[in-house]
């Protein structure tokens, strides 16, 4: 594989909402590549075990915060500030089903800003200063929610369309400053989402590991949108060509 950016030469990676799933995942991946990680979450036990479990597999250095990204922001900026952060990875985030009005408004307001209003601070933040060193990468999970809309998962969805935007617009605009920005879109996928969603799961769910490995991998070939899956790959590109938002909407609306 030719690499446009090769993570080789990075050396600290700030990984959030590492406590399982897809972060958690980023964080092995990102450890056996010689990263050292900084990784937030919310449940120390769960990033603790993580860190150990990295520690018999890499000699990566391991920084844990646990933190609230819509409540400690200031602190993670506090704790990491001695570190020049090469790699930042925006993971965490959460969505609630149902109709519109079955969830409360200080959920969706949660939602929002752990979704947008966290990762837009921590993009600003970091990316900032990966601008003035003309060095560095910065990872967006979004989701393939966001690519139309989506009812029952409106306000979700309409989150992860503001991450795809944000980052497709970053990565035009800090290419020539050696920042490379990916968006990863992911479909459904083994993770706590459904449960925190209320969601059941119907059908086959994607590991983990295999969207992070396929991310890297759209990483250092310098993609700046990365889909798992040959299916979601193909509902990407298929409904966006073929079907009108009036179409796809009325029609999740009966059937999702």
Known sequence: MIKKYDLGVYRWALVTGASSGIGREFAFHLAKRGLNLILTGRNLRALTETADEIHKISNSSVVILQADLTKDLDMILDNTSRFNI?????????????????????????????????????????????????????????????????????????????????????????????????????????????????????????????????????????????????????TYYFVRKFFGDKFIAEFLAKYF
């Open 86 to 234: 090469d790699l930042l990875v925006n993971n965490a985030g959460f969505g609630l089903y149902g109709d519109f009005f079955s969830n409360s408004l200080d959920d969706y307001v949660q939602m929002i800003e752990l979704n947008i209003s966290s990762l837009t601070k921590l993009t600003h933040y970091y990316g900032s200063e990966m601008a003035k060193r003309e060095c560095g990468g910065i990872i967006n999970v979004a989701s393939v929610a966001g690519f139309f809309p989506i009812p029952h998962l409106a306000v979700y969805g309409a989150t992860k369309a503001y991450v795809y935007n944000l980052s497709m617009s970053l990565w035009a605009e800090l290419k020539s400053k050696n920042v490379h920005v990916l968006c990863v879109a992911p479909g459904p996928t083994e993770t706590k989402f459904f449960e925190r969603a209320k969601m059941e799961t119907n059908g086959k769910l994607m590991k983990p590991e295999l969207v992070v490995a396929g991310a890297l991998r759209a990483f250092e070939k310098g993609k700046p949108l990365y889909i798992p899956g040959f299916g979601n790959k193909m």
